[in-house]
């Protein structure tokens, strides 16, 4: 079974410019997320869909962020502009359903460098 | 307001003895909580989970034991390999609205030969 895909792998843009992730998630898995991990921390939800319809956004900067997941399938996040402080790892999971018996499945995340 | 701590950054163990990673929460709410591993550069994947109805969960080689009272846990890892060798995550979540997972701030193990 293939895992979740992320791309691209690394990243790096300067300060004000906008950059796109993009995550394919498991097959037959509703539930997306996408988190961010900043160096020295644990990850932190940003968003989180169910099927195509958000779920939770409730950490997700909206000034500057935005994530669609079209058709319920592949998402992506954009950050548009970028602030140093958006340096981190963007992590996309997905899982079969909502809930704690529902394991997250992580991906291999995109290394986001803002200069 | 960090709800889950970790709060021994690194941790150093002899190959085959015991590792014991510990994890403090702060919400009353959760009643839920996982353990990740995460291996540089993939993401993290899930180890073990525990529900509060219960104060142990066994699985194998690894073994997570909470203390709703103190609201703490711990996972200890017996015999550790230098397979064991990354970062520990520890969530918590609640078991209605969201489900959202609250990580801690990870705990680096070396598990020496």
């Known amino acids: 079974e293939a895992g979740v895909a992320q791309s691209p792998r690394y990243k790096i843009i300067e300060k004000r410019q906008s950059v796109a992730f993009w995550c394919n998630p498991i097959?037959?898995?509703?539930?997306l997320y996408w988190y961010q991990q900043i160096l020295g921390q644990g990850p932190k939800l940003l968003i989180q869909?169910?099927?195509?319809?958000?779920?939770?956004d409730s950490q997700l900067p909206k000034d500057r962020f935005s994530a669609e997941r079209l058709k319920g399938v592949d998402s992506t996040l954009k950050i548009q502009p970028a602030k140093l402080e958006d340096s981190a790892v963007y992590l996309c999971?997905?899982?079969?359903?909502?809930?704690?018996?529902?394991?997250?499945?992580f991906g291999p995340g995109t290394r986001l460098t803002v200069t | 307001d960090q709800q889950v701590k970790q709060n021994s950054p690194s941790l150093s163990v002899q190959e085959g003895r015991i590792s014991i990673l510990n994890c403090d929460y702060t919400?009353?709410?959760?009643?839920?909580f996982l353990w990740y591993k995460k291996y540089p550069a993939e993401g993290p994947t899930f180890l073990i989970s525990i529900s509060s109805i219960k104060d142990k969960n066994e699985d194998g080689r690894f073994t997570v034991f909470l203390n709703k009272s103190a609201k703490h846990l711990s996972l200890h890892i017996v015999p550790s390999q230098p397979g064991d060798s990354a970062v520990y995550f520890c969530?918590?979540?609640?078991?209605?609205?969201?489900?959202?997972?609250?990580f801690g701030t990870g705990t680096r193990l070396k598990v020496l030969a």
């Open positions: 869909f169910q099927n195509n319809g958000v779920v939770d």
């Open positions: 999971a997905s899982g079969l359903g909502t809930g704690p018996s529902y394991e997250q499945y």
């Open positions: 919400n009353s709410m959760f009643d839920y």
């Open positions: 969530a918590a979540t609640t078991a209605s609205g969201t489900y959202k997972y609250i």
């Open positions: 097959s037959g898995h509703a539930t």
